[in-house]
């Protein structure tokens, strides 16, 4: 259930997104695959606009049964699939599908998993300290807090976090497991509060969102999983197809960047005359740089304030 006084879940860019994925889904045996489902907004918006199939992805067994429910109108044209998007080769090989024409990922924590407290992703709620998107596996961040060494800690805080204090958070925590395992958010947010200076807590809002952003990520392994995605993705689309993906911080938006910025660029010297047949940039980029959203939507929807778009055509088969 959406938490009182939070507003319902909003897609974010979604007439951008489906603008960018439409003209690949026009031909009667296309197929798209959503590979962080989450709520279903974006793949509604999708098979209302295209005749396309779609194969919708998602390590999160509530939000499978609840886009399920919302996109039960389209259960001809739908395909639902528990899996981390990490693993899209196996599940379009399960599928039989050699190649998609589509491809969309919406990165970072779903508006689903915010608002279920129980699952610990909020630092301004009290709640079992777990912060698995798929809650069926995997370690748990009780499991990382209470076990990690401190400069592991530390390094998690301070690479995935861009925290400033991470050494100092780090030892605290070593510090009070050892008097008393943790097992909920708001303890470890306070101790996050506590153990920031006082003049740094006025500012930059909750002293604990650094330290609860890096442990998600951890938990979920998401820069890992984003690093094996991304390439799959693409050699996983026909000629003709379309990826897009938006990010919600830095560290996902640079791997993005990094995997279409190589494959949209060719390797023949640059004082070729001509780019011999087959040396052609497997993508064709569709945006220049990253777009953002405009001021109107962060102002309705604010999870859109941090949002970087990429998009890519593939325009040849790799060599």
């Known amino acids: 259930m959406t938490s009182p ?13 489906v603008g960018l994925l439409a003209p690949a889904l026009t031909g009667p045996d296309a197929v798209v695959v959503d590979c962080t489902l989450g709520m279903g907004g974006h793949a509604e918006a999708l098979l209302a606009a295209t005749p396309a199939r779609l194969v919708g992805v998602d390590r999160d067994p509530e939000a499978l049964r609840r886009s399920t429910s919302r996109l ?9 699939v528990h899996a981390v998007y990490d693993e899209l080769p196996a599940v379009l090989a399960e599928l039989r599908l050699e190649r998609v024409q589509g491809v969309l990922f919406d990165l970072g924590v779903s508006s689903l998993q915010l608002d279920e407290a129980e699952r610990g992703f909020a630092y301004a709620q009290d709640a079992p300290l777990d912060m698995r998107m798929d809650p069926t596996r995997g370690r748990t961040a009780a499991d990382i807090v209470n076990t990690y060494a401190g400069k592991d800690l530390a390094r ?45 807590r006025r500012t930059g809002g909750h002293p604990a969102k650094r330290t609860f952003q890096a442990l998600r990520i951890e938990v979920n392994d998401e820069l890992g999983v984003l ?41 023949v010297p640059i004082d070729l005359p001509f780019i011999p047949a087959g040396s052609e ?15 109107a939507e962060v102002e309705t929807n604010p999870r859109a304030a941090s949002v970087r778009l990429r998009a890519a055509e593939r325009m040849r088969e790799a060599a």
């Open 227 to 267: 690093r094996r995605a991304i390439p799959a993705a693409i050699d996983a689309l026909a000629v003709g197809g379309r990826l897009v993906v938006l990010s919600y911080q830095s560290l996902e938006d640079r791997i993005v960047k990094a995997e279409l910025v190589a494959r949209s660029t060719s390797d």
């Open 5 to 17: 006084g939070r507003p319902a879940h909003v897609p974010v860019l979604l007439d951008r997104c």
């Open 281 to 295: 940039p497997e993508l064709r980029l569709l945006v220049r740089g990253s777009e953002q959203a405009s001021v």
């Open 72 to 80: 039960s109108s389209y259960a001809d044209r739908t395909t639902f």
């Open 156 to 200: 998690v805080l301070r690479e995935y976090g861009d925290e400033r204090f991470a050494g100092r958070i780090a030892d605290a925590i070593v510090r009070e497991r050892d008097k008393e395992p943790f097992t909920s958010t708001a303890r470890l947010a306070e101790l996050v509060r506590s153990a920031i200076p006082a003049a740094t």
